[in-house]
């Protein structure tokens, strides 16, 4: 494995730290995985492979699918809101609708229950998230989803939700 470090900007956020040389106005950084060239070469060739298969335009559309996908778990009482954009989304867990109350239980029981399931997720206690990868397809948005159902269904059967 060799990492790669980068940091992005918008042109007039990066506009502060230009300046003329004499003035020293500049952004004096450094990072750990900065610089290598072999990293450089794939993080290029990664940046490629994305534009030239529209990924991010694919990430967008699935994403939009996946946040379909889980609004659908609102059914059970317990999801404030689904959040995020593209593939990578978050959901609020709560212990009821009414007052919105988080609901810790659930989310720790959720963790154990989705490794029950074989689903391996960043799960909070107040809320997990979901990052498919750019190239799933919608087949596996839906067995990811289903598995994410499973797993809180069945947390759902271990916590005291009053």
């Not at 991010?56 to 994403?63: F, N, S």
């Not at 317990?78 to 988080?102: F, I, S």
Request: hydrophobic letters at 45%.
């Amino acid at each position: 494995m060799i990492p790669l470090g980068a940091m992005i900007a918008r042109e007039e956020m990066g506009e502060a730290f230009f300046g003329r040389p004499e003035d020293e106005v500049h952004f004096a950084h450094g990072h750990t995985f900065a610089g290598n060239p072999l990293a450089c070469a794939v993080g290029l060739a990664v940046i490629d492979e994305i534009v030239e298969k529209g990924l991010d335009c694919r990430a967008r559309e699935l994403g939009d699918y996946l946040a379909r996908k889980l609004e659908g778990l609102k059914q059970y009482g317990v999801v404030r809101e689904v959040r995020g954009r593209g593939l990578l989304r978050g959901v609020e867990l709560v212990r009821d609708e009414r007052t919105m109350a988080p609901f810790p239980e659930l989310g720790r029981m959720l963790k154990r229950t989705a490794l029950e399931q074989g689903l391996v997720m960043r799960v909070d206690p107040n809320w997990f998230a979901v990052a498919p990868a750019l190239i799933a397809e919608q087949g596996d948005i839906d067995e990811l989803c289903a598995l994410v159902e499973q797993s809180l269904k069945k947390a759902l059967e271990r916590v005291d939700v009053a």
